[in-house]
């Protein structure tokens, strides 16, 4: 990196979780989290190429770096990370919700989303595991030139999975099945490069956007509002945290109140089930 900035850790934001929750659910492979380091490297599709990003915790601060534009850069964390929430304003809607966990200024949190909208949906229908060989060697044979770092990769365009065809990427280690998603997702994406773009998602209605994404291949109703709320990082759709037997004993709501509850927390109802899920997951 030969760039640095500093950006402000708003007081919502735990980081270490931040980076937990990106480990386990939205990177790419090739994507670097270091836990211990309290570090993330990843490659960012800018309007003018790939740029590589570095986010770190130092003195209090997030420190961003870029070997390109730091402005791209500072803009994809921000985004990625939700840096731009507006505190009082979502404390005041999960306020509204009264579930109890969610009525406390700074107590709620939010998921990072993914670099990649296809990227990850890629990675999804190939498996879900970015360290898994079948999908490192699809990236790594597919996808776009590495620059400098060759651990950090960019995923293969739409055009290269339709190029390759279903049989090369079962000779990748795809299975057959996964194989014709993956040429059906990129179909859809190439026929309509914009439709998904995250910042695109984020600014539709949550019905259209559960909607777009649930259109993809394999994806369907049920996961469509995970998805959108997490990977792509829309901040008004409601989803089913996990744990829910144990959310309800924890807060003392069935889950149709809980849902009922998670709806009046609108435009924020997707921090209000992440902040629920964390809930959850420290019973």
Same mark, same amino acid.
């Given at each position: ?34 836990? *211990? ?5 990843? #490659?960012?599709? =800018? ?7 570095? #986010? ?7 420190? #961003? ?8 850069? #500072? ?43 296809? &990227? ?5 229908? *190939? ?27 960019? &995923? ?29 997702? =990129? ?26 994404? =649930? ?49 009046? =927390? ?16 420290? &019973?």
């Amino acid at each position: 990196m030969t760039g640095w900035t500093e950006l402000p850790i708003p007081p919502w934001l735990d980081w270490s979780w931040a980076l937990r929750t990106l480990w386990q659910e939205v990177r790419a492979p090739g994507e670097l989290v270091d836990l *211990a380091a309290e570090r993330s490297a990843w #490659v960012h599709e =800018a309007s003018e190429g790939p740029v590589e990003i570095s #986010v770190e915790v130092a003195d209090g601060l997030l420190r #961003v770096g870029s070997a390109a534009s730091l402005d791209e850069a #500072v803009a994809a964390v921000v985004f990625r990370f939700h840096l731009d929430l507006p505190e009082e304003g979502v404390t005041q809607a999960l306020q509204l919700a009264g579930v109890p966990g969610l009525d406390q200024a700074g107590a709620w949190t939010r998921k990072p989303a993914a670099a990649s909208g296809w &990227a990850h949906c890629l990675t999804y229908l *190939a498996g879900g595991d970015p360290d898994d060989p079948s999908i490192r060697r699809l990236f790594d044979e597919l996808g776009g030139p590495s620059g400098d770092s060759p651990d950090l990769r960019s &995923a293969p365009r739409p055009d290269d999975v339709l190029r390759a065809g279903a049989g090369a990427l079962v000779d990748l280690g795809i299975k057959p099945s996964r194989a014709q998603n993956l040429v059906r997702l =990129a179909q859809v994406f190439l026929d309509e490069p914009d439709r998904h773009d995250a910042a695109q998602l984020r600014s539709l209605d949550p019905h259209d956007a559960v909607g777009c994404i =649930a259109e993809l291949p394999h994806i369907g109703a049920k996961r469509a509002p995970y998805l959108a709320a997490g990977a792509w990082g829309h901040d008004d759709v409601s989803y089913k945290p996990t744990d829910i037997p144990i959310l309800q004993d924890r807060v003392g709501l069935s889950w149709p109140d809980l849902l009922t509850a998670i709806e009046r =927390a609108s435009p924020f109802r997707s921090v209000a089930c992440d902040t629920l899920a964390v809930i959850a997951e420290e &019973a």
